[in-house]
């Protein structure tokens, strides 16, 4: 297996010994800390103690995992990392480094997705006839001019990116970021007696469009600049405005454009269909050979980003040195990582849970400036006081886990994203599906709003809230948006208020990428669900009629169900299927419809998504012949013998394998969302032990290395998903607050739930190889019989008791006719 953090370029041998020194000096330094720590265990544990750097940012970098492995704050709005040939911005064992950009989502996967203000430290000389010779526009094109580098001895840590740069000269660039701004220092060669930047406006992301740009050289030390950016699956313009200061004054400077480089020029502006664009500080290296660099990001205006520049960037009205800055930045994530603390597990073990944490923890991303100020869905500039306004949130994914962790170890975060949505509903008309920065993208299907926002009301985030949520909700499930707004909203709507069904027509307009009836069937099950998650808030709110209808509307599954639909292949009858306009089951033009075809459901097929019936599984039992039948047909769906057979390898080679080997497929799919909920039906229908074997063949797929997330990780939704299977409970259907019971992974893991409040969970043996089975729970030392609790009670604290055993028990625990939860929407 590679390395986590090693590329396969090699530095020079004097280099390397001198890096081997400064990492001795380094391990001196960190032993001397830890000497003089209290003594409250040996040195293993104090290093264990590191949170930050347990985190390898390298994990998710290959095999479209698509994170980023530079540097960011716990929810922050810049992050600094390297740009490469990859659309999400860096694939691990790219080339060249074309530049350090200032903007990334992680694990999305969509193009257009970041990478503005892309610098990089040169040498050479800049001039007509030079290195970059400035008679000619080419040379500044970062594809040209991007860096050969080697990984050997770097760190990928939270908090903490460092690279070393081995062409010009070879160049050290260590990154950090706090909150609203990032900082870089880079040492130049001992050879070159001037160094320079290169920062590139015009490019980005290998697939982001910068529609316009200009770049402004403001006095002797600063830069600042704006750019307009096309994003995310072909969605909205939107505006990034920047300002990098720098910790000494320019030696020289200039600007490229069309027309070449122009030393000593101070501004330059150009199009889309001009892209080169950007400006070059130089600097006299010849004694000196360190430059800091520290940036800021704004999405409201230039104001904005030197108020951001000012808050997280300076000290006493002074640029913030470098090496502070990042022991911030790792302090706030040992904070941020310190809210689950485990025991137990190898080192791999540790990396690949705290890493899934720190993705988990990346989004969504702070949107207002630090004087409160930030970009709402009209457009109009508007503050956020005594609170965080955040921006860009993948619901379609994020609804299914990352929602829920963030809602019990980030309380008031997850508050403060819940009244986000509610301002995104009061400013914009309409509450979102995929908001990134300040407008919709449309991107994905169904209503992935309504669980997020009701799980966040179930979990206890919207105390106070639910009035205002109660209303955007409800306009929500009972309206469109009009044409002229940018909201999709619930597009399929009227039909399916009418005859109970989002009709599948492939030629509907969208106003984005994507538009729920063209993929009629996976819309009307997300409807469904949807709904039978708000029929709960409504009741709960005294909003009697209007829980029923949408009690009655949670059955709407049914109405996608084609009980007389036979798979040839399987065996198996009855699968969820699209309908037409008229009602009529839609049918291709063989004549016969395929349970493992494209037509009608988004990123999967019939047979990952007839299993979307969280709010009724004794229904779909039914629908499926009985629970005896609905196991076997699981059995099939995850390829349970070959699980048994192989714990350690049957994942990657029975499972859908391609990230987005989404169509043709009938068996399970890890890597991406719609089936993120099956293993859980096992212990739903009075089989607990399969549950346990399928998430220990998940946690297979989850490793310390460069492809150890699998698929997109979408915004930490699959990290966070990695993480509840590990710890003992995952969430249910949305609304219910219902949490299913399954065996931790580690011996103990600690949650901070705030409020002075601390769940533990117990297994013993659990983090020995291979599956584990549940044999007796308890929750502050009272039996729990029942295969789920409420997350009321797990919110109190208290701790949580696993016996486990190495055989399942077909009659043992879990197994009890009354040990699953009732159906939160039965038909």
């Not at 390397?16 to 400064?22: D, E, I």
């Not at 050969?148 to 760190?155: H, I, L, N, P, W």
């Not at 949505?421 to 993208?441: E, M, V």
Request: a neutral charge.
């Amino acid at each position: 297996m590679d390395h986590p953090t090693r590329a396969p370029l090699s530095a020079a041998a004097p280099h390397a010994r001198r890096r081997a020194l400064l990492r001795h000096g380094r391990r001196a330094v960190c032993v001397a800390l830890l000497l003089a720590l209290p003594v409250t265990g040996t040195l293993a544990r104090a290093a264990d103690d590191d949170l930050a750097a347990q985190v390898n940012t390298f994990i998710g970098t290959r095999d479209e995992g698509n994170t980023f492995p530079g540097a960011a704050a716990p929810f922050g709005m810049i992050q600094v990392s390297p740009i490469g040939s990859h659309y999400a911005g860096w694939r691990d064992g790219d080339e060249r480094i074309r530049g350090f950009g200032h903007s990334f989502i992680s694990g999305a996967g969509c193009w257009e997705q970041g990478g503005q203000v892309s610098v990089l430290p040169v040498t050479g000389r800049i001039g007509p006839g030079g290195d970059f010779d400035t008679s000619k526009n080419d040379v500044f094109d970062q594809t040209k001019y991007g860096a050969r580098y080697t990984q050997a001895g770097s760190t990928g840590q939270a908090g903490d990116y460092r690279v070393r740069l081995t062409d010009y000269g070879g160049i050290e660039v260590e990154t950090t970021a706090l909150t609203r701004a990032s900082g870089e220092r880079y040492t130049y060669p001992a050879s070159a007696g001037e160094g320079h930047v290169l920062i590139n406006v015009g490019q980005a992301n290998q697939k982001h469009r910068v529609i316009g740009s200009q770049v402004h050289v403001v006095g002797d030390r600063v830069v600042e600049g704006k750019i307009t950016t096309l994003s995310f699956c072909g969605g909205h313009q939107y505006a990034t405005w920047f300002r990098i200061e720098y910790d000494r004054p320019f030696k020289a400077f200039g600007v490229w454009g069309q027309a070449g480089g122009t030393p000593g020029a101070r501004d330059s502006m150009e199009s889309e269909y001009e892209p080169l664009n950007g400006a070059w500080v130089s600097f006299d290296t010849s004694k000196n050979k360190q430059v800091t660099a520290i940036t800021s990001i704004s999405h409201v205006d230039a104001e904005g980003a030197r108020v951001n520049l000012r808050a997280d960037g300076m000290q006493g009205g002074k640029l913030r040195a470098f090496e502070p800055m990042r022991r911030d930045a790792r302090a706030l994530w040992q904070q941020a990582l310190s809210k689950i603390r485990i025991d137990g597990g190898s080192k791999d073990d540790r990396a690949v849970f705290y890493t899934a944490l720190y993705h988990a923890l990346l989004q969504p991303m702070t949107g207002n400036d630090a004087d409160g100020r930030y970009r709402g869905y009209d457009d109009a500039i508007h503050e956020a006081k005594d609170w965080t306004y955040y921006e860009f949130f993948s619901l379609w994914d994020t609804y299914r886990s990352q929602n829920q962790l963030l809602a019990l170890i980030e309380p008031q975060r997850a508050r403060d994203i819940g009244r986000s949505l509610l301002a995104i509903d009061a400013q914009g008309g309409w509450l979102p599906r995929w908001g990134y920065a300040n407008f919709d993208t449309n991107t994905m299907t169904g209503d992935p709003v309504t669980p997020f926002l009701v799980d966040l009301w179930r979990y206890g985030a919207l105390k106070d809230l639910e009035p205002q949520a109660w209303a955007a909700l409800r306009k929500n499930a009972w309206g469109v948006p009009p044409l002229a707004s940018r909201h999709e909203g619930r597009a399929g709507n009227v039909n399916y208020l009418r005859n109970g069904f989002v009709f599948f027509d492939r030629t509907f307009p969208a106003k984005g990428m994507d538009v729920d009836p063209q993929n009629g069937g996976s819309a009307t099950l997300e409807y469904a669900l949807g709904d039978c998650a708000l029929s709960l808030m409504a009741g709960r709110l005294g909003h009697g009629d209007d829980a029923a209808a949408l009690r009655t509307r949670g059955g709407n599954w049914h109405r996608v169900w084609d009980a007389d639909l036979h798979e040839q292949a399987s065996g198996y009858q009855g699968f969820p299927r699209p309908r037409l306009a008229d009602g009529q089951w839609f049918t291709p033009p063989t004549g016969t419809y395929d349970p493992r075809s494209h037509y009608g459901f988004h990123e999967g097929t019939a047979w990952q998504y007839q299993w979307l019936v969280p709010q009724d599984i004794p229904g779909l039992a039914t629908a499926m012949g009985g629970r005896e039948a609905m196991g076997k047909r699981l059995d099939d769906f995850f390829a349970y013998d070959q699980l048994v057979a192989d714990p350690q390898g049957a994942a990657r080679k029975a499972w859908v394998g391609g990230p987005y080997s989404y169509y043709g497929q009938y068996r399970y799919n890890p890597n991406n969302e719609p089936t993120m909920h099956v293993p859980a039906l096992y212990s739903l229908i009075g089989q607990p032990w399969k549950t346990a074997t399928v998430l220990s063949s998940v946690q297979t797929l989850f490793t310390n290395a460069p492809n150890g997330v699998t698929g997109n990780d979408d915004l930490g939704t699959m990290s966070a998903f990695y993480l509840f299977s590990t710890l003992g409970f995952s969430p249910l259907m949305p609304g219910t607050g219902q949490m299913l019971l399954h065996p931790p992974r580690f011996t103990r893991a600690r949650i901070d739930l705030g409020n002075g409040r601390t769940l533990t969970v117990r297994g013993n043996a659990a983090a020995q190889a291979g599956p584990r089975y549940v044999q007796s729970v308890r929750f502050n030392g009272k039996p729990q019989s029942a295969v789920w609790m409420d997350v009321d009670a797990l919110k109190q604290g208290g701790t949580l008791d696993y016996t486990l055993g190495t055989q399942p028990d077909p009659q043992g625990w879990g197994t009890a006719a009354d040990a699953a939860p009732a159906a939160a929407c039965p038909v």
